[in-house]
């Protein structure tokens, strides 16, 4: 069994920034790739950024030169920066071994005008 636990979701002003935190924990600790996932209201989840166990990151074309992604063994954070209306979702966190995902319930970030 492995629970993902976000934190750091909030209300903050376009422009602002916001640092998200997920913690794994269970029997499994290591995790080939650690991940976020936004869904916004009416939209399909989509990527934001991945980074693997060697440090190979990922990120959409959306948050590119604002969001920073980084991580442990079993855990990962998203540093976000320069915040946009559009931002505002659901952001999942995501840890992946060889054999399946993990997704964590969510943490509402919602970036006001």
């Known amino acids: 069994q492995v629970q993902l636990l976000e934190s750091g979701g909030g209300l903050v002003q376009a422009g602002g920034s916001l640092r998200l935190s997920c913690v794994a924990s269970g029997t499994i600790t290591s995790f080939n790739v650690m991940g976020w996932y936004r869904q916004a209201p009416g939209k399909q989840r989509e990527l934001v950024s991945t980074?693997?166990?060697?440090?190979s990151t990922t990120y959409a074309d959306s948050v590119k030169g604002r969001f920073t992604i980084s991580r442990g063994s079993a855990t990962v954070y998203l540093q976000m920066n320069d915040l946009k209306p559009e931002d505002t979702a659901v952001y999942y966190c995501?840890?992946?071994?060889?054999?399946?995902?993990?997704w964590g319930q969510g943490t509402q970030v919602t970036v006001s005008s």
């Open positions: 980074i693997t166990s060697g440090g």
């Open positions: 995501n840890a992946a071994t060889t054999l399946r995902p993990y």
